[in-house]
Each structure stands twice: as C-alpha cells, then as structure tokens.
C-alpha cells in the first residue's frame, strides 16, 4: 500500500506539470504579459471560490456517500479528460478546463483525500514518508517533467503531448484502482496496529497501562480468578453481590476482555449500586471493540448510568467512531442504545455524524408511518386477545420511542435547539405547551423534514373508520411482524398467532420468527407455544398481563415492564412487596426493585407518582 501510494503522488506530479505546461502555452497565445496576467488574476479568483465551496460544503459529503478510497479514483479521471480534450479537441476550452484540473480538483479534492489516505500508512513511516515525498518525490517529479518538456517541447506538437498526458493518466487510473483495493486492508491493520501491538508494547519503555494491555497473556492465573468470580456473580444471590464485585475490581486490569460479555449480560440485573462498580470495571477494560455490547446493556440502565457509560466511550477516541457508526445505523439495536452511540459519535466525529445523519432520519420515519398501519389494524381487534393488546400497545410506543430518538439525532446535528426541554413539552398534556414545541419544530426544520414528521408529532390517536380486519389478513400482518427485529413484538405476535392456528400448523409459521438473530425471549416463548418444554411456562406476554394487574403499574410501558418481570420472586422480602398471581402461582414484586426500574425508566415513575398523588398534572 505504501509504495502504491507513493507511485500515485509521483505520478500526479508528474502529470501536474505536464498539464501547467499545456495550459500556459494555450493562454499565451496572442496575449501580451499585462493581458495574460489578467486573465491568470481572474482565473485563480474563480477556483479559490470554487475550491472554498468544495472544501466548506462538498469533500465531507463526497467523502461520506463515496469513501475515500472513491474519492482517489476523481483526479486521475479528470486528468484523464483534460488531456483527453486536449488531445481531441484542443483550444481554449480545453486550456480552461485543464486550469481547473489542476487548480480546482487537485487543490479542493485529491489534496484533502490525500491527507485521509495517509492514514492508512503504518505510523512508524507516516512521517519519514511524507518527508521523503515532500522533499524528494516532488523535485524529482518536476525534475523529470521538465527535462522531459525540455527535449520533447521543440520535437512535438500539443497533440502529441495530450497523447502522452492520456496514456499517463491512464496508467495512474490503473495504480489508484490497486491502491484502492488495499487501502481497507492496510486501513484496518493499521487501526489494529495502535491498540493491540502486544509484542511492541512489552519490547519498547512502554507505561503501565501498555504493560497491562498484555494482562490476558501474561497473568492466567489472575483471569482465572476472575472468570470463577464471574460464575459466582451470575449463580449468587444479591447479597452477595457486593464481595464479588469489590474482589473482581482488585483484579480487573485493561484488556481483560474475556469477561465483558459476562459483565454486560448482569449488569441490568444487579443492585443499583452494584451496577456502577460493575460500570467502572469495563472502563477499566477499556476495549473498544465491545461497543456494541456494552451500548445495548447500558439501554436497560437509569439515565446517570448511561451518562457514565456515554463517557467512557468518548475515552476510546477515535477507535470507538467505526463501532458507534455501526451502532447508530443498526436498525436491530434498541433506540436506546442507538441513542446512547449518536451522543458519544455527535461529540468524537461530527462529520460522521451528520454524514448519515439524513439517511437515519428518511428510514425511521418510513418505519414510523408503516407502524402507525399496523398499529392501527390491530387496535381494532385488540380486544380479542391479551396478545393482541400487549403488541398493539408495544408498536404504539415504538412509534413515539422512534420519534423522540429522530428529534434527539436532529438537535444532536444542530438543526433542534433543546432536546431535552423539547420532548418533555411534545409530552405535555398541556396543548399550549406542546403547541410551542411544535411550533419550534417546525421554525427549526426544512419544510421536507417537517412535513415527514408532522403527523408523527401531532401525536394523534391511532384510530380508523375501516371495518376491523379479516382473520386472514391480521395473520397475515402477524406472519410479517414475525420477521421484525423487536423482540417482544415477536413474542408477542407468535403467541397472538398461536389463536388462530393449532400447534401443527404453527410450527412453520413460527419457524420465521427463529430465522436470524432470535432472542432468548423469543426462543423461550417459541418453545412454550409449540409445547416444547418439559413443563408448560408463562409466556412473556402472560408475565406482564399479570404484572398489568397491579394498579400502579397497570399504564407501565412495555419496556418498562420487561425489566420487572426479570425481578418476578416466589419469595416475600418485606410486607411492602406486591403480589402477582401468574397461572394459579403466587409471585412476588419487591418494592426495591419496583424502585429501581422506575429509577431506569422515568415514565414509569411518572405513573406511580401519579396513581399515588391523584393530582392532575400538566406534564
């Protein structure tokens, strides 16, 4: 890749004189020194302007749809059609458009890209490379160009220069497409190079925390600990929590990465305090490549949680952009954790950021409105099962979880002011409050953008004058949802299907819902409706119809309610906690952990205060 990359700039170079040479005796033609430096005057006015609008509004959006290794391929392919027209045409026009090659493209394109392309190269050469390039390649290029000019000016005509000026270009349209089948390669081992070169950290005068970089290769004995302490944390009870977890942080260093899985995987399931312990122990880790998983467990987490989480990610740096890019466009991820990614990308990489900003924004909306049918559809015959309610209640806060992460991704992109003040007055019941909300929304969008967004906003009742739907067409609809990647929704379609067919018939239908990346939740309520299990099981969807029955948590969302069922008990704590009878078994809610999850999920909260108060509330 290096030497590629240096016979590309040796080559442009080289090019880059021959085409000056070819313009300026064009130019000169018939023109005394006064009237050709006019013209000259005017025509570097013009690409400065060109170059600055290029450079301002264009290269990141080139950079962003095309990628750099694209974007490498736009000189050598303009330089190609200059001297083309030069070859074929010649005048002039020909002289123009070469003057902008070199001036415009050259300057506000290839040079930026270059600079992109550098970092491909390892960093122990980087600097010599350039060195080298910019102190020897380019006066050796115009050595050659100019002693090539020197003898051939007087012997061939322009034509017979354009010809050579093509065949070079073509030549370096060749060596860029091998320089762009190496750069991902030689991008990713250089990547991979700074943060997990284990053999130079140990060799060179390293710090500490190099040294312990290497931990899971130099301590076994230290990792096994820590592996046998994690099976006791998951196997433990919650009083014992706490000796694990300050045990495992005397032993925890960075790059103990065999336990992150372990740790994200329980950490939604530990005590309140217990979970920050657990939270700092993988920002000791400090390893980049578990984004994805520490993103989606911080989702289940209280607020201040996930702020502690959003810091550690900025502290990756750079190596965190590719993981949390992945994370914000991956549709399968919850919005909680895609919104989580989208803060810490907004603050490490605005540009990649706003890159895909759009795009994100067309496809949820998209999403949206297709939800907004669906939920309509089975609304209508909500009553028929609890399945059918729970599902019809799930897509229904999808929907407004979907809108608050687009308003969220749009103040992130500077386009909203406030986010947080904003969807708190979007959720008023007070219509003047959210009037003015609307109002900001709509002085602070592109008429486009709002008028995708507004029927979403407004935030009226999902209802229809349509008769209710056929049994075929909601299975139908049903068999669809199946193949989403909401995980309760699944669950809860399977179950709601499992009315309309007997068990032999739906095994197949259900089979969909199996393809991909299924979750345990929806496994477990697969094998339970086909009666795969030993012993029959509540599903899911019975879990929280069962928690529904509790007073104060009857208008819990369903996410909410997802994380009080992992708390469900057969056992009394404290005459405070709350019974939930679940097919003829009596269960068992805690109060601290009620606590707890309204501590993660504010709405929630925000029912119980009001089931408990009775007072009307704006907001």
């Given at each position: 890749y290096v030497l590629l990359l240096t016979l590309t700039l040796f080559v442009i170079l080289l090019l880059t004189n021959l085409i000056e040479f070819q313009y300026s005796t064009v130019f000169e033609v018939g023109r005394s020194e006064a009237q050709l430096a006019a013209l000259f005057g005017q025509l570097y006015a013009a690409a400065s302007i060109f170059n600055l609008l290029v450079c301002l509004f264009l290269f990141n959006r080139l950079v962003g749809r095309m990628g750099v290794r694209n974007v490498a391929l736009i000189l050598p392919l303009t330089y190609f059609a200059a001297f083309g027209f030069f070859f074929l045409v010649g005048g002039p026009m020909a002289a123009l458009a070469a003057f902008f090659a070199y001036h415009g493209v050259l300057t506000s394109i290839e040079y930026n890209n270059q600079n992109l392309l550098f970092n491909a190269v390892p960093v122990t050469v980087k600097r010599p490379l350039r060195t080298v390039i910019e102190g020897m390649a380019e006066p050796l290029a115009s050595f050659m160009a100019g002693g090539f000019l020197l003898l051939a000016a007087f012997s061939s005509d322009m034509r017979q220069l354009s010809g050579i000026g093509v065949i070079i270009s073509g030549l370096l349209i060749?060596?860029?497409?091998?320089?762009?089948?190496?750069?991902?390669?030689?991008?990713?081992?250089?990547?991979?190079?700074?943060?997990?070169?284990?053999?130079?950290?140990?060799?060179?005068?390293?710090?500490?925390?190099?040294?312990?970089?290497?931990?899971?290769?130099?301590?076994?004995?230290?990792?096994?600990?820590?592996?046998n302490l994690l099976k006791k944390l998951e196997a433990g009870t919650s009083e014992d929590a706490g000796e694990i977890i300050v045990a495992m942080q005397s032993l925890v260093m960075p790059g103990d990465i065999g336990i992150i899985r372990g740790l994200t995987d329980i950490l939604p399931r530990l005590e309140r305090a217990h979970r920050l312990s657990v939270i700092d122990m993988l920002g000791t880790i400090d390893d980049a490549q578990s984004i994805p998983l520490v993103v989606e467990s911080a989702a289940q987490l209280s607020p201040f949680e996930t702020r502690r989480f959003e810091g550690i990610l900025r502290g990756f740096g750079d190596l965190a952009i590719p993981s949390l890019t992945d994370c914000l466009s991956n549709a399968d991820m919850s919005y909680r954790a895609r919104s989580l990614s989208a803060r810490a990308l907004a603050v490490l990489s605005p540009a990649q950021f706003n890159s895909q900003l759009d795009q994100i924004i067309e496809s949820e909306v998209a999403l949206a409105h297709d939800s907004i049918e669906k939920a309509r559809a089975i609304g209508l015959v909500a009553d028929q099962s609890t399945a059918l309610r729970l599902l019809a209640q799930a897509i229904e806060e999808r929907i407004g979880i979907s809108v608050d992460f687009v308003l969220?991704?749009?103040?992130?992109?500077?386009?909203?002011?406030?986010?947080?003040?904003?969807?708190?007055?979007?959720?008023?019941?007070?219509?003047?409050?959210?009037?003015?909300?609307?109002?900001?929304?709509?002085?602070?969008?592109?008429?486009?953008?709002?008028?995708?967004?507004?029927?979403?906003?407004?935030?009226?009742?999902?209802?229809?004058?349509?008769?209710?739907?056929?049994?075929?067409?909601?299975?139908?609809?049903?068999?669809?949802?199946?193949?989403?990647?909401?995980?309760?929704?699944?669950?809860?379609?399977?179950?709601?299907?499992?009315?309309?067919?007997?068990?032999g018939d739906l095994a197949p239908i259900l089979r969909k819902a199996l393809q991909g990346r299924s979750t345990n939740m929806v496994r477990s309520t697969v094998a339970i409706l086909l009666y795969l299990d030993a012993e029959p099981a509540p599903t899911i969807v019975d879990r929280i119809s069962a928690i529904q029955q509790l007073p104060e948590l009857a208008h819990g969302s369903i996410r909410s309610l997802l994380a009080l069922t992992e708390h469900l008990t057969p056992v009394q704590e404290n005459p405070d906690d709350r019974a939930v009878d679940l097919d003829g078994q009596r269960l068992w809610l805690k109060r601290r952990h009620i606590e707890d999850v309204a501590c993660r999920f504010p709405e929630l909260a925000l029912i119980m205060l009001r089931t408990q108060d009775g007072r009307a509330y704006a907001a």
């Amino acid at each position: 890749y290096v030497l590629l990359l240096t016979l590309t700039l040796f080559v442009i170079l080289l090019l880059t004189n021959l085409i000056e040479f070819q313009y300026s005796t064009v130019f000169e033609v018939g023109r005394s020194e006064a009237q050709l430096a006019a013209l000259f005057g005017q025509l570097y006015a013009a690409a400065s302007i060109f170059n600055l609008l290029v450079c301002l509004f264009l290269f990141n959006r080139l950079v962003g749809r095309m990628g750099v290794r694209n974007v490498a391929l736009i000189l050598p392919l303009t330089y190609f059609a200059a001297f083309g027209f030069f070859f074929l045409v010649g005048g002039p026009m020909a002289a123009l458009a070469a003057f902008f090659a070199y001036h415009g493209v050259l300057t506000s394109i290839e040079y930026n890209n270059q600079n992109l392309l550098f970092n491909a190269v390892p960093v122990t050469v980087k600097r010599p490379l350039r060195t080298v390039i910019e102190g020897m390649a380019e006066p050796l290029a115009s050595f050659m160009a100019g002693g090539f000019l020197l003898l051939a000016a007087f012997s061939s005509d322009m034509r017979q220069l354009s010809g050579i000026g093509v065949i070079i270009s073509g030549l370096l349209i060749f060596i860029v497409l091998a320089l762009r089948h190496y750069y991902p390669a030689a991008m990713t081992v250089n990547m991979r190079r700074g943060w997990m070169n284990f053999a130079a950290s140990v060799g060179s005068d390293g710090t500490s925390s190099d040294i312990h970089g290497n931990s899971e290769m130099l301590d076994r004995d230290r990792i096994k600990k820590l592996e046998n302490l994690l099976k006791k944390l998951e196997a433990g009870t919650s009083e014992d929590a706490g000796e694990i977890i300050v045990a495992m942080q005397s032993l925890v260093m960075p790059g103990d990465i065999g336990i992150i899985r372990g740790l994200t995987d329980i950490l939604p399931r530990l005590e309140r305090a217990h979970r920050l312990s657990v939270i700092d122990m993988l920002g000791t880790i400090d390893d980049a490549q578990s984004i994805p998983l520490v993103v989606e467990s911080a989702a289940q987490l209280s607020p201040f949680e996930t702020r502690r989480f959003e810091g550690i990610l900025r502290g990756f740096g750079d190596l965190a952009i590719p993981s949390l890019t992945d994370c914000l466009s991956n549709a399968d991820m919850s919005y909680r954790a895609r919104s989580l990614s989208a803060r810490a990308l907004a603050v490490l990489s605005p540009a990649q950021f706003n890159s895909q900003l759009d795009q994100i924004i067309e496809s949820e909306v998209a999403l949206a409105h297709d939800s907004i049918e669906k939920a309509r559809a089975i609304g209508l015959v909500a009553d028929q099962s609890t399945a059918l309610r729970l599902l019809a209640q799930a897509i229904e806060e999808r929907i407004g979880i979907s809108v608050d992460f687009v308003l969220e991704l749009l103040a992130l992109g500077g386009r909203l002011p406030n986010f947080d003040l904003l969807i708190v007055s979007l959720h008023s019941a007070n219509q003047k409050v959210r009037g003015n909300a609307i109002e900001t929304i709509e002085s602070g969008l592109h008429y486009r953008t709002f008028k995708m967004l507004k029927p979403l906003i407004q935030r009226k009742d999902i209802e229809s004058r349509l008769p209710p739907p056929s049994q075929d067409e909601i299975s139908a609809l049903l068999s669809d949802i199946l193949q989403t990647p909401g995980s309760f929704e699944v669950a809860a379609a399977a179950q709601a299907l499992s009315q309309f067919h007997d068990a032999g018939d739906l095994a197949p239908i259900l089979r969909k819902a199996l393809q991909g990346r299924s979750t345990n939740m929806v496994r477990s309520t697969v094998a339970i409706l086909l009666y795969l299990d030993a012993e029959p099981a509540p599903t899911i969807v019975d879990r929280i119809s069962a928690i529904q029955q509790l007073p104060e948590l009857a208008h819990g969302s369903i996410r909410s309610l997802l994380a009080l069922t992992e708390h469900l008990t057969p056992v009394q704590e404290n005459p405070d906690d709350r019974a939930v009878d679940l097919d003829g078994q009596r269960l068992w809610l805690k109060r601290r952990h009620i606590e707890d999850v309204a501590c993660r999920f504010p709405e929630l909260a925000l029912i119980m205060l009001r089931t408990q108060d009775g007072r009307a509330y704006a907001a």
